[in-house]
T-cell receptor, first 111, second 114 residues
Framework: SQQGEEDPQALSIQEGENATMNCSYKTSINNLQWYRQNSGRGLVHLILIRSNEREKHSGRLRVTLDTSKKSSSLLITASRAADTASYFCATAPSGNTPLVFGKGTRLSVIA | DAGITQSPRHKVTETGTPVTLRCHQTENHRYMYWYRQDPGHGLRLIHYSYGVKDTDKGEVSDGYSVSRSKTEDFLLTLESATSSQTSVYFC?????????????FGPGTRLTVL
């Protein structure tokens, strides 16, 4: 069963606006990662946040993690049409077990 | 997709036939994974490998087997394909597992079982 659940399932915004996606998970984790998937392609790693971190930035990406609420958010600032993709959170459960991916948020950025 | 190739990229087959998908990496990463991606289900782990000849089951392993005889190759076999196995299959690799285990994905194989 999926550990992470993204919300919303789909999001449509205008170019230049900010996009926020959320991820909730169920069990304790070592780290949480966000991936992007362009249509017809494999997933690409965007950012990793460790369980002892609360916020992390990478370019126009900002990720927060609240382990007390078992949730994370991904903020993309000043969205561009090229940001149109599906975004997945993936959690690394405690212990040496593989990542568990959510079902993804489909982001459409309209020029 | 750099360093990871999947073959074939597209395949159409008949119900009941065996199918083997191949994942090849040039990164010398220890861990390799097979996922399937279906609408409404996201990405689900089928099997993974933590070394040559060392494999373990994932969430949706029924009907699939894997083999890893060399570090660089990870094969996924559908012994007798069924229509429910129509999907897009992704291979991924990682250097470590758990701490941290960033995964790198191949381009995918689209499999249609008629």
């Amino acid at each position: 069963s999926q550990q992470g659940e993204e919300d919303p399932q789909a999001l449509s915004i205008q170019e230049g606006e900010n996009a926020t996606m959320n991820c909730s998970y169920k069990t304790s984790i070592n780290n949480l990662q966000w991936y992007r998937q362009n249509s017809g392609r494999g997933l690409v790693h965007l950012i990793l946040i460790r369980s002892n971190e609360r916020e992390k930035h990478s370019g126009r990406l900002r990720v927060t993690l609240d382990t007390s609420k078992k949730s994370s958010s991904l903020l993309i600032t000043a969205s561009r049409a090229a940001d149109t993709a599906s975004y997945f959170c993936a959690t690394a459960p405690s212990g040496n077990t593989p990542l568990v991916f959510g079902k993804g948020t489909r982001l459409s950025v309209i020029a | 997709d750099a360093g990871i190739t999947q073959s074939p990229r597209h395949k159409v087959t008949e119900t009941g036939t065996p199918v083997t998908l191949r994942c090849h990496q040039t990164e010398n990463h220890r861990y390799m994974y097979w996922y399937r991606q279906d609408p409404g289900h996201g990405l689900r782990l089928i099997h993974y490998s933590y070394g040559v000849k060392d494999t373990d089951k994932g969430e949706v392993s029924d009907g699939y087997s894997v083999s890893r005889s060399k570090t660089e190759d990870f094969l996924l076999t559908l012994e007798s394909a069924t229509s429910s196995q129509t999907s897009v299959y992704f291979c991924a690799i990682s250097e470590s597992i758990g701490l941290p285990d960033t995964q790198y994905f191949g381009p995918g194989t689209r499999l249609t079982v008629l």
